[in-house]
């Protein structure tokens, strides 16, 4: 196959050198650990292959040398006495108990075949669910092991898959592709690009990205383009160094965001400045989104948001008068119920004020591989698939996304309906600490499960509550891979520089699983072959791509006008009416609301005003820090003097009226739950009726068999598994507390 029409970029330098006593070696920070924005990296090994610096890579185009504490702190991270080093078994009846035994990866993967199998012939494949994390390189794997399985149950236990896949199911959807801003990462000179045009205005929408980059996407752009003079509008509960440095900074309500999206709409279509042409040519529904937003004018947004309604007009009117403006949203929009709505309703401010597809707009990422999709769907039995869960239940996910419904799975795992669950197969994940809303319910649902094989780089609590067998993955620093489908624009690879005991790659460890459940699905002897299969779009093998990376894919603008957005050829998008829909058929269809709409979030204050005068603060939780990746690193000694404890930000007038101090540890409770946790008191709150909390919280120094204090600590307790009507979006950042002291000795 001839090779794409992508670009690369000469390096001065080889991706393997020496320099002085040290090799070097050139590559892509990818998980594990989880983070998945693919930093470039040099990593150094001393002569006896032990990894011993991590600097930035200047010759990377998307990072130009810069990283964050995680990369820089590797060495310590791969070489930690705690990683998990060779496989381990337990018997079923010792489960929970620190009685683990070390085996072969043979008998290992014995143990994991038997099982599998042996539930797989008495239950159907469908009994064993495959679940893996944030990892974005590993979804690739483990949707082909569970597919070649026989399994359609693949995915998470994020109620709501409240992390991305609402904004991306969403924007399918209504427009057949997923959009991303354009800060000019598909070129090779970046800024400079002739035919890029910058923004005039950035929107930084429930997103920190300095901190917590989304796909393929660096913070630091956003600071290059405000020294270039782009403006911001930054929408945050809290005053973020980002929000402090905007033109505009809406201090909004968490929960509220399809509110002000709503009511901004109302000022740009009531204000009849948005884009006609755009809207007339390439819009659908307009005139219904137009009555709809009539609902939301500025002042009833301003008391539903807790923004001024100066500054909701304000915004508005920034917008529409940008040519182009951009969006980088984030988590927050996903971490609340009724996240497809709010999603539609921000994309619309950007669809009808023509900033789709255009320089310095909103564009569809060139993917090499559409992860959201998975890899290996053909290898699905076809009578399999109407038993994926969830998928009777909620229609949109049908929309390209092949995950099932963790919320779904957990009813039928507790309930056997429609059938019971016996397996699973836990890749890179902790639920118990990160993604699982009410963690008791995750553990006592899965703890039914005769057999449970993980997957991970250290002990955590979710093995030692729930697994049979664990098997010790690779970080990046120790195996070869490649990065090809979260939205770069670009293929990089991963290059392996040293080994750490008997650990394997998470690639290698599904190839030598797979070949024993479906050989012919994993024909191939080593995982670079695997990756050259993927890599056929580009016609480059992985050797290539190591010598010449980064590959950056052809990126053309204005493609709906052409043709090339849809599959017939014919101009447009991708859906039914070959139009974005601002009113959708597919919504429609699928017995939703086809317009966006706001719901209070429930609880909330204004829709359980009683309760919330027990629980009279609104809490958000989930913010990153700069130490670590969701539950990840709270072992590795200098990330974790960073960040010691698990953290509850205060306003300081508020905690003088409730009489507490900062660095004070205190219970934060609500109706589902409490959890320990230490009080920060800073202004940057700029509301003193919410309060925001770290989350994925659990202490490696901790009692084993207590799960490591999982259960004490956790925010999750405050959590309850509710998806949004569509099945996507659940109330991680949106809920309400009170704060109350310890008692003596607690």
Same mark, same amino acid.
């Given at each position: 196959?001839?090779?794409?029409?992508g670009i690369?970029i000469?390096?001065?330098?080889?991706?393997r050198?020496e320099?002085g006593?040290?090799?070097?070696?050139?590559?892509?920070?990818?998980?594990?650990?989880?983070?998945?924005l693919g930093?470039?990296?040099?990593m150094?090994?001393d002569?006896d292959g032990?990894? &011993?610096?991590?600097?930035?890579?200047?010759e990377?185009?998307?990072t130009e040398?810069r990283?964050c &504490?995680?990369?820089?702190?590797m060495?310590?991270?791969?070489n930690?006495k705690?990683?998990l080093?060779?496989?381990?078994? @337990?018997?079923?009846?010792d #489960?929970?108990?620190?009685?683990?035994?070390?085996?072969s990866?043979?008998?290992?993967?014995d143990?994991?075949e038997?099982e599998?199998?042996a539930?797989k012939d008495?239950?159907?494949?469908e009994?064993?669910?495959?679940?893996? $994390?944030?990892?974005?390189d590993?979804?690739p +794997?483990?949707?082909r092991?569970?597919?070649?399985?026989?399994?359609p149950?693949?995915g998470?236990v994020?109620?709501g898959?409240?992390?991305?896949?609402?904004r991306v199911a $969403?924007m399918?959807?209504t427009?057949?592709?997923f959009?991303?801003?354009d800060?000019a990462?598909?070129?090779?000179?970046?800024?400079?690009h002739?035919g +890029?045009?910058?923004?005039?205005?950035m929107?930084v +929408?429930?997103?920190?990205?300095l901190?917590?980059?989304s796909d393929?996407?660096?913070?630091?752009?956003?600071?290059d383009?405000m020294?270039?003079?782009m403006?911001?509008?930054v929408?945050?509960?809290?005053?973020t160094?980002?929000?402090?440095k905007?033109?505009?900074?809406?201090?909004?309500?968490?929960?509220t965001d399809?509110?002000?999206?709503?009511?901004?709409?109302?000022?740009i /279509?009531?204000?009849?400045i948005?884009?006609k042409?755009? &809207?007339?040519?390439w819009?659908?529904?307009?005139?219904e989104l137009?009555?709809?937003v009539?609902?939301?004018p500025a002042?009833?947004?301003a008391?539903?948001?807790w923004i001024?309604e100066?500054?909701?007009?304000?915004?508005?009117?920034?917008l529409?008068?940008a040519?182009?403006?951009t969006l980088q +949203?984030?988590?927050a929009?996903?971490?609340?119920?009724?996240?497809?709505p709010a999603?539609q309703?921000i994309?619309?401010?950007?669809?009808?004020?023509?900033n /789709?597809?255009?320089?310095g707009?909103?564009v569809?990422?060139?993917?090499?591989m559409?992860?959201? $999709?998975?890899w290996?769907?053909?290898l699905l039995?076809p009578?399999?698939?109407?038993k994926?869960?969830g998928l009777d239940r909620y229609?949109l996910?049908q929309m390209?996304f092949?995950?099932?419904?963790?919320?779904?799975?957990?009813e039928?795992?507790?309930t056997?309906?429609?059938y019971?669950?016996?397996?699973?197969?836990?890749?890179t994940t902790?639920g118990i600490?990160c993604?699982g809303?009410d963690p008791?319910?995750?553990?006592?649902?899965?703890?039914k499960c005769?057999f449970?094989v993980?997957?991970?780089?250290?002990m955590?609590p979710?093995?030692?509550?729930?697994?049979?067998v664990?098997?010790?993955a690779? =970080?990046?620093a120790?195996?070869? $891979?490649?990065r090809?489908?979260?939205?770069?624009q670009r293929g990089?690879?991963i290059n392996?520089?040293?080994?750490i005991?008997?650990?394997?790659?998470?690639?290698?460890?599904?190839l030598?699983l797979?070949? @024993?459940?479906n050989?012919e699905?994993?024909?191939?002897?080593?995982?670079?072959e695997m990756?050259?299969?993927?890599?056929?779009?580009?016609?480059?093998?992985w050797?290539?791509?190591r010598?010449?990376?980064?590959v950056?894919l052809?990126?053309?603008?204005y493609?709906y006008? =052409?043709?090339?957005?849809?599959?017939?050829?014919?101009?447009?998008f991708?859906t039914a009416?070959? @139009?974005?829909?601002?009113?959708?058929?597919?919504?429609?269809?699928a017995?939703?609301?086809?317009?966006?709409y706001?719901e209070e979030p429930?609880p909330?204050p204004?829709?359980?005003?009683e309760?919330?005068?027990?629980?009279p603060?609104?809490?958000?939780?989930?913010?990153?820090?700069?130490?670590?990746?969701?539950s990840?690193?709270r072992?590795?000694?200098?990330? #974790?003097?960073?960040?010691?404890?698990p953290?509850?930000q205060?306003?300081?007038d508020k905690?003088?009226?409730?009489?507490?101090?900062?660095?004070?540890?205190?219970?934060i409770?609500?109706?589902?739950g #409490?959890a320990?946790?230490r009080?920060?008191?800073t202004?940057i709150?700029t509301?003193?009726?919410?309060?925001?909390c770290d989350h994925a919280?659990?202490r490696?120094?901790?009692?084993?068999?207590?799960?490591?204090?999982?259960?004490?600590?956790n925010?999750?307790?405050l959590?309850?598994?509710?998806p949004?009507k569509?099945?996507f979006g659940?109330n991680y950042?949106?809920?309400?507390c @009170?704060?109350?002291?310890l008692?003596?000795?607690?």
């Open positions: 196959m001839e090779k794409s029409e690369t000469p390096h001065e330098k080889p991706w050198y320099e006593e040290y090799t070097v070696t050139r590559g892509s920070a990818w998980s594990g650990p989880g983070c998945h930093c470039g990296v040099l150094y090994t002569k032990k990894l &011993v610096k991590v600097e930035g890579d200047p990377n185009p998307m040398g990283l &504490v995680r990369c820089l702190d060495p310590e991270i791969v930690h705690d990683r080093t060779y496989p381990m078994k @337990r018997a079923r009846a #489960r929970g108990k620190n009685k683990w035994e070390r085996v990866w043979d008998e290992a993967y143990i994991v038997r599998f199998n539930i008495e239950y159907g494949a009994s064993v669910v495959f679940i893996h $994390g944030t990892g974005r590993i979804a +794997w483990q949707s092991l569970c597919w070649s399985f026989g399994s149950n693949y998470n994020l109620s898959n409240a992390c991305y896949l609402p $969403g399918a959807a427009t057949g592709s959009w991303i801003a800060v990462q598909h070129f090779p000179d970046r800024f400079d002739e +890029w045009t910058m923004p005039e205005v929107f +929408w429930g997103n920190n990205p901190i917590a980059n393929g996407f660096f913070g630091h752009w956003v600071i383009l020294k270039r003079g403006k911001t509008v929408i945050d509960p809290r005053v160094f980002l929000a402090a905007a033109n505009l900074h809406l201090p909004i309500r968490p929960g399809a509110a002000l999206a709503l009511g901004m709409l109302n000022v /279509i009531n204000e009849e948005y884009d042409e755009f &809207v007339d040519c819009c659908y529904g307009f005139d137009k009555e709809r009539q609902e939301y002042d009833r947004v008391a539903i948001t001024p100066d500054k909701i007009v304000r915004a508005a009117r920034m529409a008068a040519k182009p403006a +949203w984030g988590l929009i996903d971490m609340t119920r009724e996240a497809i999603g309703a994309a619309a401010l950007f669809q009808i004020t023509g /789709i597809d255009c320089p707009g909103l569809p990422p060139a993917e090499i559409a992860y959201s $999709g998975g290996g769907r053909d039995p009578e399999q698939e109407p994926r869960l229609r996910l390209g092949k995950q099932s419904s963790p919320d779904v799975l957990i039928t795992m507790e056997g309906v429609p019971e669950i016996h397996g699973a197969h836990f890749q902790n600490a993604m809303a008791h319910r995750v553990y006592n649902a899965f703890n005769d449970i993980s997957v991970d780089l250290f955590t979710t093995i030692m509550a729930l697994a049979d664990v098997l010790p690779a =970080t990046f120790e195996r070869n $891979g490649i090809v489908g979260d939205g770069p990089e690879v392996k520089v040293t080994q005991g008997e650990c394997k790659s998470d690639m290698q460890i599904n030598e797979g070949k @024993r459940f050989p699905a994993w024909p191939w002897e080593k995982p670079e990756f050259t299969e993927l890599l056929k779009p580009t016609g480059y093998s050797e290539e791509l010598e010449e990376a980064p950056y052809p990126v053309e603008y493609k006008k =052409t043709g090339k957005m849809r599959n017939d050829g014919q101009p447009g991708q009416t070959g @139009r974005i829909e601002l009113w959708s058929t597919f919504y429609n269809a017995e939703l609301d086809p317009l966006p706001f429930d909330g204004g829709s359980t005003p309760l919330f005068e027990q629980y603060l609104v809490l958000t939780t989930g913010a990153r820090n700069w130490s670590y990746f969701h990840e690193h072992q590795i000694e200098r990330l #974790r003097r960073m960040h010691p404890d953290i509850v205060v306003h300081p905690l003088a009226e409730l009489g507490m101090e900062d660095g004070e540890w205190v219970w409770e609500n109706q589902n #409490r320990k946790i009080i920060e008191s202004p709150l509301d003193p009726r919410i309060v925001a919280w659990w490696p120094e901790g009692d084993p068999e207590k799960f490591f204090d999982v259960f004490e600590y925010i999750n307790n959590m309850v598994y509710s949004g569509s099945g659940s950042k949106t809920s309400i @009170r704060l109350y002291k008692e003596d000795g607690e």
